[in-house]
């Protein structure tokens, strides 16, 4: 039998609906239980739901273990019955699925939010988070699922936590789903479109939506979504908003409304549909008839370098103008930055946040190396400092591992790494760390012999580097490189290299960075001498510049290109 994502390139696949409505209304979940715990204590219920949808038409039907972590389930004194309420979740739904011998039955294992929040939105660590979710999702295919769905999150960080936690589980297909309030962003800010650019770039199987507020609301999420990825679309959702009738909790849209709005979903592309709260096997029924000759619609996605914070995406192409890299947050030079970070405060780098964004820095540089500190230490206070004050996504300005792996781990989004170079320590240590995390990467073309002297040379190491970065499932359009501007004043015959490196970087398709303000450095009239390099190197093709936002001159170059 084919896995699932082999079926999902020719075929819409239903999955079932809810699964707390029902056993609410089925009797056997009484007022304050837990639904989980029925795995253990009546089975005969869960495998009952799990036939009815199955029978109703569904491909696909989810355990039930949607708040079966540790963390969650210490709610109801059930922390030491998780490993076992999670096995049975899978073993039931796979008895179930494997009698029917004539359809291939999936079952999905389902994972929720912990209900304790990421720092710095609660108390819990992000790697806690993480062994939490790798915890549930072992005992969830060891009982026999054939993929793993992360549903109804809403912090970004969390989920990021938890397809982590599958990836390094491993061996299933993961299924990421976010909710958004009417349609627009999550109860933390986030956009379907900056959900979906850093769970692309992830490496979630199918990304999607579920619960919400109901179908109508969706069709703008899944138009977000689309897009920005050429993963797998789901969508999910309640049958509309629970209304209070006579005592009792009534769902709008009927069996039939609903169906109608699977099609609208078929047609802009969604592979995966099925029903959150208030949905029931009636309208899978429907959802089964009315998507019975249906074929998952083609979709367009074109690659482009995108990076997202935990409410915005910025992208290359997006805008008349190169993408501006904020080079602000650095302690080179700065006395009372650098006693700041010495000090653990971060006001001097909130500052600069505000005042680069209010500039019109598309995302912002942090570099907080300062001799005498750890560095993992000092730079995820301060990546949470800036996302506190901006917008902007991040660039991790960093050679150190450590520190670049503490940063990745606080970035509420898809963040830069500054840089990897042709050193194989650095491309062994920072090239995994970008996968892992679906950071995008910047090469700096040089390695342990130094900065070549010619474009052919620095274009051969930045190649080098990003074959073994394709190699390790990097996508091309996350990787910038810097050809390296060395200071006029000491080398001015390689000023001209490194504009031949910016067109030759363009013919191969790379996309490329400079900081530009190195050009100037030791010269009187700095300002007058970067913006002049600045226009050269738009004109060659840059794409992205790190440069002081708040210099008007090199704004207005900016704007001319």
Known sequence: MKGILARLKNEILIYDGAFGTVLQESGALKAGACPEELNISNPGVVKKIHRDYINAGADVIETNSFGASKLKLAAYGLEKDADRINYEAARIARSVASAYASRKIYVAGSVGPLDRQITPLGDLSFDEAVK?????????????????????????????????????????????????????RSTYGTTPAAFAVLLNSLGADIIGTNCSTGPKELINVIKEISPRTDRFISCQPNAGLPELRSGKTYFPETPKSFARYAVTFAKLGVNVIGGCCGTTPEHI??????????KPAKRIYVPSFRLSSRTKVVELGAKTRPLIIGERINPTGKKDLQEEIKQGKNIIIRREAIEQSRKGADILDVNVGVPGTRE???????????????????????????????????????????????????????LPLAKK????????ALDSRGIPKDCAARVKIAEGVIRKAVALGIRKEDIIVDPLTLAISA?????????????????????SSLGVSNISFGLPNRRKINADFFGLALASGLDLAIINPSDDNMFWVAKQK
């Open 132 to 184: 939490a979710f790798e915890d549930q999702i072992r005992k969830l295919k060891e009982g026999g699922c054939d993929l793993i769905i992360l549903e109804t999150f809403a912090d970004i960080k969390e989920i990021k936590a938890a397809v982590i936690a599958a990836k390094e589980i491993g061996g299933l297909p993961i299924q990421a789903q976010m909710t958004f309030e009417g349609g627009e």
């Open 285 to 294: 029924i429907e959802v089964r008839s009315a998507l019975k000759k249906s």
């Open 376 to 430: 993992q230490d000092t730079i995820a206070p301060a990546v949470e400092a800036v996302q506190a004050v901006s917008e902007a996504p991040v660039s991790i300005d960093s050679a150190n591992p450590f520190a670049v792996e503490a940063a990745l781990k606080e970035a509420a989004g898809k963040p830069l790494i500054n840089s990897v170079n042709g050193e194989k320590e650095k491309i062994d240590s920072i």
């Open 437 to 444: 995390y679906g950071a995008a990467v910047l090469v700096l």
């Open 491 to 511: 080398k001015p015959e390689q000023v001209k290299e490194t504009l031949k490196a910016i067109k030759a970087l363009k013919k191969k398709g790379f996309s």
